[in-house]
């Protein structure tokens, strides 16, 4: 079993930065790969950011990539996912998850956090 608490949310004004923080607690947190995703209402919930277990190869939606960084600290049991360059179709709530393999897809993670609020205004 792992625990996953997110942080860090807010307000922010578009071309702004926000960095969310995933404490983990419970089972050999180095074991998961870590992703990020976010779900806007009435919409899916969408891939944002993956790092694998051991190389901490980092994987992201296009949406985001070359704006968004996610990162994690082991000794720490923390993820974290650097936002820069905010636009306001990022707004939407960020969950973190935990997977014992490899997946884009939200319905392959096992461990979910309850969720931050991101809104961008214009």
């Known amino acids: 079993q792992v625990q996953l608490v997110e942080s860090g949310g807010g307000l922010v004004q578009a071309g702004g930065s926000l960095r969310l923080s995933c404490a983990a607690s419970?089972?050999?947190?180095?074991?998961?790969?870590m992703g990020w995703f976010r779900q806007a209402p009435g919409k899916e919930r969408d891939f944002v950011a993956a790092?694998?277990?051991?190389?901490?190869?980092?994987y992201y939606g296009d949406p985001v990539k070359g704006r968004f960084t996610i990162s994690r600290d082991t000794a720490k049991n923390t993820v974290y996912l650097q936002m820069n360059s905010l636009k306001p179709e990022d707004t939407a709530v960020y969950y973190c998850?935990?997977?014992?393999?490899?997946?884009?897809?939200?319905?392959?993670?096992?461990?979910w956090g309850q969720g931050t609020q991101v809104t961008v205004s214009s």
């Open positions: 790092i694998t277990r051991s190389s901490g190869a980092t």
């Open positions: 998850a935990a997977s014992s393999r490899f997946s884009t897809y939200f319905r392959d993670y096992d461990y």
């Open positions: 419970g089972r050999a947190f180095y074991s998961y790969i």
